[in-house]
């Protein structure tokens, strides 16, 4: 039987770098991943200058492109915000590879082709079992902790009965850059019709972009890109797709059984952006609050702060996915130059910081909240 301090379950951004942390705090750490290969599938990603925080460091390796300005437009608007801290453009295969080589780096055991089959409670240990593809072989392995970072269909929180449904679909298309498309310049379109989201045009380098939106499923965001890349004359290289978490308040990530502790991150925990559905950097620093836990057995800062910022972007998407398009349209039309100056300094992961600051800036956001709120039957949260 192999023994370990912490067993991780699956090889994601958020499952390498839990355990890249808890090796670095002197755990030993073994980390199961159920795919034969690493970084499947790939997909383009974009996140914010916040990475390099939660990180620690600059994932060079996995940076196609930076990102200096966000065209937003509606039907009748349009607004630039140029970034202080440029956005980065990320090759997923490249940062998972990234991540895994500074795991093992650390001293973490990275075996593929494992899947989780359940686990057992010992005294003061839990008794995983998996099964190994390469041999067709049953394998135990004990451990005092668990990490399930497998994913939005997460075996995990299934066997532990802490599965979710709530998700969503990506689906984007890579597509030649238009002529004239400044390549640092993101372009996000609110079009109700399309999705109560948004479709997006993310540029990879002076050739290529990534156009996509957020659908209720696969079928319906395909039909639904298909018809918007249709009317903006793009045509599709190649497809990615990808089911992503939704995150809800009252989700447990933390789960005490008698042997030991288990905490579920990443899209398996649902630590995704109700605004924008991106959970690269949330993700991430869902693995530093758990390995912080799991270090100190104490519950950190970062747990709390990670909760609070997600509560509020689901918050915010409880009201925008009322809006209309004559909504955004107003929206839009209220961004001063107070207003741009905040979007401009806090990016997509620190709204915490900048909620406050915009309202102050534009008070006004508070009619268009109320105005949405009049359109739901008893007020009621999504549940």
Same mark, same amino acid.
């Given at each position: 039987?192999?023994?370990?301090?912490v067993a991780v379950i699956g090889?994601?951004?958020?499952g390498?770098?839990?355990?890249?942390l808890?090796?670095?705090?002197?755990?030993?750490?073994?980390?199961?991943e159920?795919?034969? *290969?690493?970084?499947?599938?790939?997909r383009? =990603?974009?996140?914010t200058?916040?990475?390099r925080?939660?990180l620690?460091f600059?994932?060079g390796? *996995?940076? $196609?492109?930076?990102?200096s300005?966000?065209?937003l437009?509606?039907?009748?608007r349009?607004?630039?915000?140029k970034l202080?801290?440029?956005?980065m453009v990320?090759e997923?295969?490249?940062l998972?590879?990234?991540?895994? %080589?500074r795991?093992q780096?650390?001293g973490v055991?990275?075996?593929?082709?494992?899947?989780?089959l359940?686990?057992?409670?010992?005294?003061?240990h839990?008794?995983?079992?998996?099964?190994?593809g390469a041999s067709d072989?049953?394998r135990e $392995?004990?451990?005092?902790?668990? $990490?399930?970072a497998d994913?939005v269909?997460s075996?995990?929180?299934?066997?532990?009965g802490k599965?979710d449904?709530?998700?969503?679909?990506?689906c984007?298309?890579r597509v030649a850059l238009?002529?004239?498309t &400044?390549?640092h310049?993101v372009?996000?379109?609110f079009h109700?019709?399309?999705t109560p989201?948004?479709?997006?045009l993310?540029p990879?380098?002076?050739h290529? *972009?990534a156009?996509?939106l957020?659908?209720e499923?696969?079928?319906?965001?395909?039909?639904?890109l298909?018809?918007?890349? &249709?009317v903006c004359?793009?045509?599709? =290289?190649?497809i990615?797709?990808? %089911?992503?978490a939704l995150?809800h308040?009252?989700?447990?990530?933390?789960?005490?059984?008698?042997?030991?502790e288990?905490? =579920?991150?990443? %899209?398996?925990?649902g630590q $995704?952006?109700s605004?924008?559905?991106?959970g690269?950097?949330t993700?991430l620093?869902?693995?530093r609050?758990a390995?912080?836990?799991l270090?100190?057995?104490?519950?950190?800062?970062e747990?709390?702060?990670l909760?609070?910022?997600l &509560?509020?972007?689901?918050?915010?998407?409880?009201?925008?996915?009322?809006?209309? %398009?004559? /909504?955004? &349209? /107003?929206?839009?039309?209220?961004?001063?130059?107070r207003t741009? /100056?905040v979007l401009?300094?806090y990016?997509?992961?620190?709204f915490?910081g900048?909620f406050?600051r915009l309202?102050?800036?534009?008070?006004r956001?508070?009619c268009?909240?109320?105005?949405?709120?009049m359109?739901v039957?008893?007020?009621?949260?999504?549940?």
């Open positions: 039987m192999q023994e370990c301090h090889a994601s951004a958020a390498l770098f839990a355990a890249y808890l090796a670095q705090g002197g755990y030993q750490v073994a980390l199961f159920r795919r034969e *290969a690493l970084g499947l599938p790939r383009t =990603l974009i996140v200058d916040q990475i925080q939660v620690g600059t994932p390796e *996995a940076v $196609v492109n930076h990102v300005q966000i065209e437009l509606s039907s009748k349009r607004v630039v915000v202080r801290a440029p956005d990320l997923r295969e490249r998972i590879q990234l991540l895994a %080589d795991a780096g650390a055991d990275i075996e593929l082709g494992h899947t989780f359940g686990l057992e409670e010992g005294r003061d839990l008794s995983l079992a998996l099964y190994e072989r049953a $392995v004990k451990a005092r902790g668990l $990490v399930g994913g269909r075996r995990v929180a299934r066997l532990l599965a449904r709530r998700r969503a679909a990506i984007q298309a238009p002529p004239h &400044d390549e310049t372009r996000v379109w109700k019709e399309s989201y948004f479709c997006w993310i990879e380098s002076k290529t *972009a156009v996509g957020v659908g499923h696969q079928e319906q965001a395909r039909d639904s298909q018809r918007f890349m &249709d004359g793009f045509e599709a =290289l190649s990615e797709a990808a %089911d992503v995150y308040p009252q989700r447990k990530t933390r789960i005490r059984l008698k042997g030991g288990v905490f =579920l991150i990443g %899209d398996a925990g $995704v952006k605004t924008t559905v991106g690269v950097v993700g620093r869902g693995a609050a390995a912080g836990v270090l100190s057995n104490k519950m950190g800062k747990s709390r702060a909760k609070k910022e &509560d509020l972007h689901y918050l915010i998407r409880f009201f925008l996915n009322r809006f209309s %398009d004559s /909504d955004y &349209d /107003d929206l839009l039309g209220m961004v001063g130059s741009r /100056d401009q300094t990016g997509r992961d620190q915490l900048a406050f309202l102050l800036a534009q008070p956001f508070l268009l909240a109320a105005r949405s709120l359109r039957s008893g007020g009621q949260l999504p549940g």
